[in-house]
């Protein structure tokens, strides 16, 4: 079993920044790719972002290509996203998830592990 524990949410500015970071309990070799999905009031959870443990390799959704940056630390068991130019439609709580699989996926179902979440609110 992995856990996982999301923190950096809060509140700002639209044009703000800020850097999420998601811990894993512990690193097993049956995780292979980590990712980012939000969800807001009333709307379903979407993909983010996706980044594979070995390589590096990403991946992001269409809408926040170029303002959102995922990276890891394989030494800290840590996930990082950081989230540049906000808008107030990114206001969502945002989620980190732990595949199996070995490749950035974008399907939420791929993911065996949910951490509970930061709430990011962008004011206007």
């Known amino acids: 079993q992995v856990q996982l524990v999301e923190s950096g949410g809060g509140l700002v500015q639209a044009g703000g920044s800020l850097r999420l970071s998601c811990q894993a309990s512990r690193r097993t070799f049956s995780i292979g790719a980590m990712g980012w999905f939000r969800q807001a009031p009333g709307k379903e959870r979407e993909f983010v972002a996706a980044?594979?443990?070995?390589?590096?390799?990403?991946l992001y959704a269409d809408s926040v290509e170029g303002r959102f940056t995922i990276s890891r630390d394989n030494a800290k068991n840590t996930v990082y996203l950081q989230v540049n130019s906000l808008k107030p439609e990114d206001t969502a709580v945002y989620y980190c998830?732990?595949?199996?699989?070995?490749?950035?996926?974008?399907?939420?179902?791929?993911?065996?592990?949910w951490g509970q979440g930061t709430q990011v609110t962008v004011s206007s």
């Open positions: 998830a732990a595949a199996k699989g070995r490749w950035a996926t974008p399907t939420a179902s791929e993911y065996s592990y």
């Open positions: 980044i594979i443990w070995s390589g590096g390799s990403t």
